[in-house]
Protein backbone atom coordinates (compact mmCIF):
# COMPACT_ATOMS: atom_id res chain seq x y z
CA UNK A 1 0.00 0.00 0.00
CA UNK A 2 1.28 3.45 -0.68
CA UNK A 3 0.83 6.19 1.86
CA UNK A 4 -1.82 8.06 -0.10
CA UNK A 5 -3.62 4.78 -0.77
CA UNK A 6 -3.30 4.47 3.10
CA UNK A 7 -4.41 7.96 3.74
CA UNK A 8 -7.63 7.51 1.41
CA UNK A 9 -8.17 4.10 3.15
CA UNK A 10 -8.47 6.01 6.58
CA UNK A 11 -11.66 7.61 7.17
CA UNK A 12 -14.24 8.41 10.12
CA UNK A 13 -15.53 4.72 11.55
CA UNK A 14 -18.90 5.92 13.42
CA UNK A 15 -19.96 2.44 13.80
CA UNK A 16 -17.78 -0.42 15.25
CA UNK A 17 -18.42 -4.36 16.05
CA UNK A 18 -18.31 -5.35 19.81
CA UNK A 19 -14.73 -7.68 18.93
CA UNK A 20 -11.84 -6.73 21.01
CA UNK A 21 -9.31 -5.34 19.68
CA UNK A 22 -5.77 -7.79 20.26
CA UNK A 23 -2.85 -6.16 22.11
CA UNK A 24 -0.79 -6.94 19.66
CA UNK A 25 -2.66 -4.59 16.96
CA UNK A 26 -3.36 -1.84 19.91
CA UNK A 27 0.63 -2.07 21.20
CA UNK A 28 1.79 -1.54 17.13
CA UNK A 29 -0.83 1.17 17.00
CA UNK A 30 0.55 2.76 20.38
CA UNK A 31 3.97 2.53 19.04
CA UNK A 32 3.06 4.49 15.96
CA UNK A 33 1.99 7.44 18.17
CA UNK A 34 5.14 6.86 20.27
CA UNK A 35 7.60 7.29 17.45
CA UNK A 36 5.80 11.21 16.22
CA UNK A 37 7.72 13.79 15.85
CA UNK A 38 7.12 16.57 18.12
CA UNK A 39 8.52 20.31 18.37
CA UNK A 40 12.02 20.08 19.85
CA UNK A 41 11.27 16.19 20.21
CA UNK A 42 9.55 17.20 23.64
CA UNK A 43 6.86 14.73 22.96
CA UNK A 44 4.27 16.46 25.20
CA UNK A 45 1.31 14.04 25.02
CA UNK A 46 -0.23 10.98 27.41
CA UNK A 47 -2.76 8.78 25.99
CA UNK A 48 -5.28 7.12 28.67
CA UNK A 49 -6.23 3.51 27.64
CA UNK A 50 -9.98 3.06 28.29
CA UNK A 51 -11.52 -0.29 27.50
CA UNK A 52 -13.07 -1.95 31.05
CA UNK A 53 -16.66 -0.96 31.05
CA UNK A 54 -15.78 1.27 34.79
CA UNK A 55 -13.64 3.24 32.48
CA UNK A 56 -15.59 3.33 29.24
CA UNK A 57 -18.71 4.32 31.20
CA UNK A 58 -16.77 7.97 32.37
CA UNK A 59 -15.32 8.46 28.57
CA UNK A 60 -18.72 7.86 26.85
CA UNK A 61 -20.35 10.34 29.26
CA UNK A 62 -18.21 12.91 27.95
CA UNK A 63 -19.27 12.63 24.17
CA UNK A 64 -22.57 10.88 24.53
CA UNK A 65 -23.67 9.72 21.31
CA UNK A 66 -24.85 6.31 20.00
CA UNK A 67 -22.59 5.69 17.60
CA UNK A 68 -19.55 6.39 19.78
CA UNK A 69 -20.77 3.95 22.65
CA UNK A 70 -20.48 1.12 19.79
CA UNK A 71 -15.94 1.32 20.43
CA UNK A 72 -14.86 -1.15 22.22
CA UNK A 73 -11.59 0.80 23.52
CA UNK A 74 -11.07 4.49 23.75
CA UNK A 75 -7.59 6.46 23.70
CA UNK A 76 -8.14 9.53 25.53
CA UNK A 77 -5.29 11.73 23.99
CA UNK A 78 -3.64 14.48 26.67
CA UNK A 79 -1.20 17.54 25.42
CA UNK A 80 0.95 18.41 28.59
CA UNK A 81 1.53 21.70 28.36
CA UNK A 82 4.04 21.71 31.27
CA UNK A 83 6.18 19.79 28.24
CA UNK A 84 4.62 21.37 25.09
CA UNK A 85 7.37 23.41 23.32
CA UNK A 86 6.32 27.57 23.22
CA UNK A 87 8.06 29.34 20.73
CA UNK A 88 10.47 31.99 22.30
CA UNK A 89 8.91 34.80 19.52
CA UNK A 90 5.52 34.62 20.55
CA UNK A 91 5.30 31.94 23.36
CA UNK A 92 2.87 29.68 21.62
CA UNK A 93 2.24 26.40 22.79
CA UNK A 94 2.60 23.91 20.04
CA UNK A 95 1.18 21.04 22.05
CA UNK A 96 -2.18 21.27 19.85
CA UNK A 97 0.22 20.29 17.08
CA UNK A 98 2.51 17.79 18.68
CA UNK A 99 -0.86 16.05 19.56
CA UNK A 100 -2.28 15.96 16.54
CA UNK A 101 0.39 14.35 14.64
CA UNK A 102 0.60 11.17 17.14
CA UNK A 103 -3.43 11.20 17.00
CA UNK A 104 -3.45 11.04 13.52
CA UNK A 105 -0.24 8.02 13.20
CA UNK A 106 -2.76 6.33 15.44
CA UNK A 107 -5.50 7.00 12.69
CA UNK A 108 -3.21 5.74 10.11
CA UNK A 109 -1.77 2.92 11.58
CA UNK A 110 -5.39 1.34 13.08
CA UNK A 111 -6.18 1.90 9.33
CA UNK A 112 -3.22 -0.23 7.93
CA UNK A 113 -4.02 -2.49 11.00
CA UNK A 114 -7.66 -2.44 9.32
CA UNK A 115 -9.32 -1.10 12.26
CA UNK A 116 -11.30 2.20 12.32
CA UNK A 117 -10.97 5.22 14.25
CA UNK A 118 -12.48 8.52 14.51
CA UNK A 119 -10.67 11.86 15.64
CA UNK A 120 -13.18 13.45 18.40
CA UNK A 121 -12.77 17.23 19.83
CA UNK A 122 -16.90 17.82 20.40
CA UNK A 123 -16.30 16.37 23.93
CA UNK A 124 -16.90 17.44 27.12
CA UNK A 125 -13.10 18.57 27.60
CA UNK A 126 -13.81 19.76 31.38
CA UNK A 127 -15.94 17.13 32.15
CA UNK A 128 -13.28 14.86 31.21
CA UNK A 129 -10.73 16.09 33.16
CA UNK A 130 -13.14 15.96 36.07
CA UNK A 131 -13.90 12.07 35.40
CA UNK A 132 -10.50 10.80 35.01
CA UNK A 133 -9.04 12.85 37.65
CA UNK A 134 -6.15 14.18 35.41
CA UNK A 135 -3.48 15.87 36.86
CA UNK A 136 -3.70 19.68 36.04
CA UNK A 137 -0.78 20.36 33.34
CA UNK A 138 -2.94 17.50 30.88
CA UNK A 139 -5.59 18.79 28.95
CA UNK A 140 -7.69 16.44 27.00
CA UNK A 141 -7.60 17.37 23.49
CA UNK A 142 -8.98 14.14 21.81
CA UNK A 143 -10.86 11.29 22.13
CA UNK A 144 -9.78 8.55 19.50
CA UNK A 145 -12.91 5.65 19.49
CA UNK A 146 -10.57 2.37 18.31
CA UNK A 147 -12.12 -0.51 16.94
CA UNK A 148 -13.21 -3.47 14.17
CA UNK A 149 -15.85 -1.66 12.10
CA UNK A 150 -19.10 -3.41 12.28
CA UNK A 151 -20.80 -4.47 8.82
CA UNK A 152 -22.86 -1.20 8.11
CA UNK A 153 -19.61 0.99 8.64
CA UNK A 154 -19.73 3.32 5.80
CA UNK A 155 -17.30 6.26 4.69
CA UNK A 156 -19.64 9.36 5.25
CA UNK A 157 -19.99 11.18 1.11
CA UNK A 158 -17.23 14.16 1.89
CA UNK A 159 -14.69 15.88 -0.41
CA UNK A 160 -11.91 17.93 -0.41
CA UNK A 161 -10.69 21.51 -1.49
CA UNK A 162 -8.72 21.31 -4.72
CA UNK A 163 -5.28 22.16 -4.82
CA UNK A 164 -5.42 24.88 -6.25
CA UNK A 165 -7.35 26.35 -3.25
CA UNK A 166 -5.17 25.77 -1.12
CA UNK A 167 -1.53 25.95 -1.82
CA UNK A 168 -0.37 29.56 -3.37
CA UNK A 169 3.35 29.91 -4.69
CA UNK A 170 5.68 32.54 -3.04
C1 LIG B 1 -9.61 17.95 14.84
C2 LIG B 1 -10.80 17.11 14.44
C3 LIG B 1 -11.92 17.06 15.25
C4 LIG B 1 -13.00 16.23 14.93
N1 LIG B 1 -14.04 16.09 15.80
C5 LIG B 1 -15.06 15.27 15.51
C6 LIG B 1 -16.12 15.05 16.43
O1 LIG B 1 -16.12 15.60 17.54
N2 LIG B 1 -17.12 14.20 16.08
C7 LIG B 1 -17.12 13.53 14.88
O2 LIG B 1 -18.05 12.77 14.63
N3 LIG B 1 -16.13 13.72 13.97
C8 LIG B 1 -15.10 14.56 14.25
N4 LIG B 1 -14.07 14.72 13.36
C9 LIG B 1 -14.08 13.99 12.09
C10 LIG B 1 -14.32 14.92 10.89
O3 LIG B 1 -15.67 15.27 10.83
C11 LIG B 1 -13.87 14.18 9.63
O4 LIG B 1 -12.49 13.91 9.70
C12 LIG B 1 -14.12 14.98 8.33
O5 LIG B 1 -15.50 15.19 8.16
C13 LIG B 1 -13.58 14.25 7.10
O6 LIG B 1 -14.15 12.96 7.01
P1 LIG B 1 -13.25 11.65 6.99
O7 LIG B 1 -12.48 11.62 8.31
O8 LIG B 1 -14.21 10.50 6.93
O9 LIG B 1 -12.32 11.72 5.83
C14 LIG B 1 -12.99 15.53 13.70
C15 LIG B 1 -11.85 15.60 12.87
C16 LIG B 1 -10.77 16.36 13.24
C17 LIG B 1 -9.54 16.36 12.36
Known sequence: MTFKELAQKRYSVRSYSTEPVSDEQLNYILECARIAPSAVNFQPWHFY????????????????RSWFATAPLVLV??????????????????GD??????????????????????W???????????LLQLPDNEEA?????????????????????????????I
Open 120 to 130: VCNFDAQLCHQ
Open 49 to 64: LARTEEALQKVRQTYP
Open 77 to 94: GCICHDQSWHRPTDQKDH
Open 97 to 118: IDIAIATEHICLAAAEQGLGTC
Open 141 to 169: AVLIPLGHLAADAQPRPTTRKPLEEIVTE
